[in-house]
């Protein structure tokens, strides 16, 4: 009514005003949306190639050991590349070295077509194989430690969150490209169509301008401490002292290092369920894996707001939970919808975990450690990868995936309680740029802090 004394207003809600004007940062930098928007095509080539390369080995050899053994070898590069990619990360132009390795994978992956055409040639595959490992682990650690350079520290979880949004994008549209592309043309070619992402990828790349973060020092160079001995050794060693020393990513790659052994298998054991235990086609598989892209759109939407409502802890350790379930799951049900909704909460669980531990990682490590830390987090807790594909796998094919996948839930749910013994159960209920605990014996860098440091900036 007119004249009248003014209505009962509405309080605002401060976290979705706060959600939202985030998301109006992010909309608006430029170099962010260029660097997603490049990456985004990248992620679904990269799905592409993570459902055809097996299935092509699969097609090649029938062997679901040989399957686990090509995934062996991208994990072993991957392990062996970090002892120094952080140390070449921390030196080198980030951008640039993205780029090189984004058109020398172009180049590798494009390749494979052509010389398939003489024939399977499965030593190719393990060789290729190896290779763009290395690519992709110099590439992510660079690619982890550049989003802070274009983005103020108090948007990297959102920034992080869509940018896993993006890799569920992947994971749904990839798995239906490379069964239509496996299909049509045949598995070699969902390779070649990765190969062309990367290089729409390192085009995006010289459009993106990255912003030094200013250091202890307070310029904006990025000089590693340690005078740069070349040692690796002791390149390792500089990102692992740090690692250790924090009383929250000390326990958390420990717990990781075991739930890898478990999780970097995973994807073997739903693929060959599907497809020699259940006889379903290359297509039905495609459909279940994309549903299960599902569950990764799901987790980075949901990650950033778990966190600030539940705390670092109970995200971490309740996704491991969901995790433990959904393997268990897989692994007795024979229903294809069973399985694709399980695969949805095995990969919402993983997601959930991912974005909790990169940003607490980028939060509390000062930029000029950000690569060495990223890598030896990466190295240490993926060393168990390989072995963990291999053992899987041969097991599996022993005594069936039923069986090895009930042993691998209840791995993983005893990895829960185990990490309710640790300092990660205490990280009580807040925005991510609160202390939730301390770091013992090193001064500055203490808690999930939103800056280590008052100077370093973090993701």
């Known amino acids: 009514m007119s004249g009248g004394a003014p209505g009962p207003t509405r309080p605002s809600n401060p976290f979705r005003l706060s959600h939202l004007s985030r998301l109006s940062r992010l909309s608006r930098n430029k170099d962010f949306n260029v660097f997603w928007l490049g990456q985004a095509l990248s992620v679904i080539g990269g799905s592409i190639s993570y459902f055809a390369l097996p299935l092509l080995v699969l097609e090649a050899t029938g062997s679901l050991a040989q399957m686990g053994l090509i995934t062996a070898v991208a994990a072993v590069s991957a392990v062996g590349t970090g002892l120094f990619a952080g140390h070449v990360v921390d030196r080198v132009d980030r951008r640039r070295l993205m780029i090189v390795c984004d058109l020398a994978r172009a180049a590798l992956l494009g390749a494979v077509p052509f010389l398939w055409l003489a024939g399977p040639r499965i030593w190719l595959l393990y060789l290729m194989t190896a290779v763009v490992g290395v690519l992709k682990t110099l590439f992510d650690v660079a690619y982890v430690t550049a989003v802070p350079s274009l983005v103020p520290a108090e948007d990297l979880t959102s920034a992080n969150g869509r940018l896993m949004g993006t890799f569920a994008v992947g994971t749904l549209v990839g798995p239906i490209a490379a069964a239509a592309i496996a299909t049509w043309v045949g598995k070699d070619w969902a390779l070649g169509v990765d190969g062309a992402t990367f290089l729409v990828s390192a085009a995006t790349l010289r459009w993106v301008r990255f912003t030094p973060r200013p250091t202890p020092d307070g310029t904006g160079e990025e000089r590693p401490p340690g005078g740069g001995t070349g040692k690796t050794r002791e390149m390792f060693l500089v990102g692992f002292r740090f690692l250790w020393a924090h009383a929250l990513l000390r326990p958390l790659t420990v717990l990781l290092t075991l739930l890898t052994f478990v999780t970097i298998g995973a994807t073997d054991l739903l693929i060959f369920r ?53 393997v268990a799951g897989i692994g007795v049900s024979r229903d294809v919808a069973t399985i694709a909704v399980l695969a949805a909460v095995f990969m919402f669980g993983l997601t959930v975990a991912g974005v909790c531990s990169m940003t607490l990682r980028q939060e509390v490590t000062p930029d000029p450690l950000l690569g060495r830390v990223t890598s030896v987090f990466w190295t240490v807790h993926n060393a168990s990868g390989p072995v963990g594909a291999a053992v899987l796998t041969r097991l599996a094919q022993a005594h069936g995936v039923p069986a090895i996948s009930l042993a691998a839930g209840a791995f993983c749910l005893l990895l829960v309680g185990a990490g309710l013994f640790t300092p990660l159960r205490a990280g009580r209920p807040g925005p991510p740029n609160e202390p939730e605990t301390g770091s013992p014996g090193r001064g500055p860098a203490r808690g999930i802090s939103r800056r280590a440091r008052p100077s370093d900036r973090r993701r």
């Open 274 to 326: 599907v497809e020699n235990d259940l006889r379903q086609s290359t297509a039905t598989l495609g459909y279940v894996v994309a549903v299960s892209g599902l569950g990764t759109l799901v987790g980075a939407f949901c990650a950033g707001r778990l966190r600030r409502l539940l705390g670092f802890g109970a995200c971490w350790l309740g996704s491991v939970a969901l995790v433990g379930l959904s």
